[in-house]
């Protein structure tokens, strides 16, 4: 009769007691193990190492603005130029535009700013060549607004006027939770296609951006404007997120702990084969 298979024993630690010697792990399973850290390692080191590609990246948008903000005005791009128009190639450039305010068409959108809450007023801007860009003219503290511009009469033979401000890329859709409603003349975000539409401005004539006209532009043109509460311009908040070095890091670092993971594995394996080996020769 064939005696059953006898377990490795080792000597307990001065108790007398047997205890089991730890059983390797198979060579299937150590080679799975190798390949999800090899895998997680390689993913986190890429994932941080594209965050370090964002950083710079950022970086570099930071500086462009920075510089365009603080350049000299120039010319807003004409009609010619709308097709080329861009964020990365515009967005918060300064320029200078002259024309003539159109007040019956203002619109007023919800605005947040340091000054609390309140409405942007946007009213579009006839160039000398009938081309519309609409133009941001300021804050009021007034929600919802009620504007007196809603029933000014435009004079076609008004003063001509300067307007120096940045360019902005329309906002479409809306803001945080709300959609635009044009139809209850709700704004929410400064969409200049959608507020086009609703004041009734030919879409070919109007400027795919809007401005935001700078405090200077806001207080010399104050006068002639006939709004109530007369709008605080330069508000613009440039503000960009930049936590991609934190995100980097954090890559970077569960990298590292995936390779301390396959690292404690080797070296755990390699124990269990030493102390194997050990008893096999005691016994």
Not at 15 to 22: E, I, L, S, V
Not at 116 to 123: A, D, E, I, K, M
Not at 214 to 231: L, T
């Amino acid at each position: 009769m064939s005696q059953p298979p006898r377990k490795r024993v080792t000597q307990g630690n001065g108790t007398g007691r047997a205890q089991a010697a730890p059983a390797s792990r198979s060579k299937a399973s150590l080679i799975f193990l190798a390949l999800c850290a090899g895998f997680l390692f390689l993913a986190f080191a890429a994932l941080g190492t594209w965050q370090v590609y964002r950083l710079q990246w950022k970086l570099a948008l930071i500086a462009r603005v920075d510089a365009r903000v603080h350049a000299e005005p120039v010319p807003a791009p004409g009609h010619a130029q709308w097709p080329q128009v861009s964020p990365d190639a515009d967005e918060y450039r300064r320029v200078s535009l002259c024309g003539r305010f159109l007040y019956a068409k203002t619109t007023a959108v919800q605005a947040s700013t340091d000054l609390g809450s309140g409405s942007w007023l946007l009213t579009p801007l006839q160039t000398a060549d009938g081309d519309l860009v609409l133009v941001n003219r300021g804050f009021v503290a007034t929600a919802p607004i009620k504007l007196i511009a809603s029933t000014a009469q435009d004079d076609p033979n008004g003063p001509q006027i300067e307007v120096v401000g940045l360019v902005r890329m329309s906002e479409r859709g809306g803001g945080f939770l709300r959609s635009n409603e044009p139809q209850q003349n709700r704004w929410y975000s400064r969409d200049v296609q959608a507020i086009a539409a609703a004041r009734g401005l030919a879409p070919e004539r109007v400027a795919p951006y809007f401005v935001d006209a700078d405090r200077a532009s806001s207080q010399a043109n104050a006068a002639g404007a006939p709004d109530a509460e007369k709008p605080v311009g330069g508000l613009t908040v440039i503000a960009f997120h930049n936590s991609h070095l934190v995100y980097a890091l954090t890559w970077y670092a569960l990298a590292l702990m995936a390779a301390g993971a396959g690292y404690w594995v080797v070296r755990d394996e390699r124990r269990r084969a030493r102390r194997g080996h050990n008893d096999d020769q005691r016994n």
